[in-house]
């Protein structure tokens, strides 16, 4: 397509780290077994795209989605305080996720940025390849085993509209349980005092082991085997 030949710029502030907007618990708190499954050690990434309700003409420059968000973000992390933990694998190969807001390290990623089109001329992201939806999240390096579980980025275009680009751990969050944090920063962003739905952790209920079961063996006579008459076997069809 013509428009993904267009050289898409985008210009990029400075990376913060957004905290709650209340004092939360300072504490680890356990994940499940199934979450701490290697399988879930990654990141989804999704960028959600938001046309401006006006034309460009009547565009109000003052609008910043980017404070908005992250005004609302703040709010929401102290019901979803995890989030501005970090993952941090313990001796025993477990990860944990460790939370302690007063220290400098911790909090959400937060990525601020500006991009040199509107977002018609990428057709809305719409049908478009990957290549251009990767300039949209961000990708914030962290150090082996200790990861940030929620990493955002906020893309302004020149038409007035706007990206939101999210990146959450697949350990943290399956696909419901992230978009039920991002509808509670979209509630508080229009006004709420507080989200619809309130999360609670009690992970540490749900670990245990898994025990590797032999098959179990059903004895059977020759005379209740059943055989389908569509199995080949050496060319010629099985016979009961």
Not at 84 to 89: I, Y
Not at 90 to 103: E, L, M, Q, T
Not at 168 to 185: N, P, R, T
Request: glycine share 6%.
């Amino acid at each position: 397509m013509e428009y993904e030949k267009a050289p898409l710029k985008i210009e990029k502030e400075d990376v913060l780290l957004v905290k709650p907007s209340k004092s939360t618990p300072s504490c680890i708190l356990s994940l499940s077994t199934l979450d701490n499954k290697g399988a879930n050690n990654n990141i989804v990434q999704t960028v959600h795209v938001y046309r401006s309700s006006s034309a460009i003409h009547d565009y109000d420059s003052s609008f910043n989605p980017c404070h908005i968000f992250k005004e609302a973000l703040s709010k929401a992390l102290f019901y979803y305080y995890p989030l501005a933990g970090r993952l941090v694998r313990h001796a025993d190969g477990k990860f944990r996720v460790k939370i302690n807001i007063d220290s400098a390290e911790f909090g959400v990623p937060f990525l601020e940025a500006t991009a040199n089109c509107t977002l018609s001329s990428l057709h809305y992201l719409d049908n478009t390849n990957t290549e251009i939806a990767k300039h949209l999240v961000l990708d914030f390096p962290t150090p082996q085993d200790k990861n940030y579980p929620l990493v955002l980025m906020v893309t302004k275009f020149l038409c007035g509209g706007f990206t939101i680009g999210m990146g959450m751990s697949h350990a943290i969050c399956d696909g419901f349980g992230a978009s039920q944090f991002f509808k509670a920063v979209v509630e508080l962003a229009r006004g709420r005092t507080e989200p619809s739905v309130k999360p609670v952790w009690e992970r540490e209920t749900q670990v245990g082991s898994i025990a590797i079961q032999p098959f179990p063996q059903c004895p059977m006579d020759r005379k209740s085997v059943a055989f389908s008459p569509f199995v080949m076997c050496g060319g010629q069809e099985q016979e009961p």
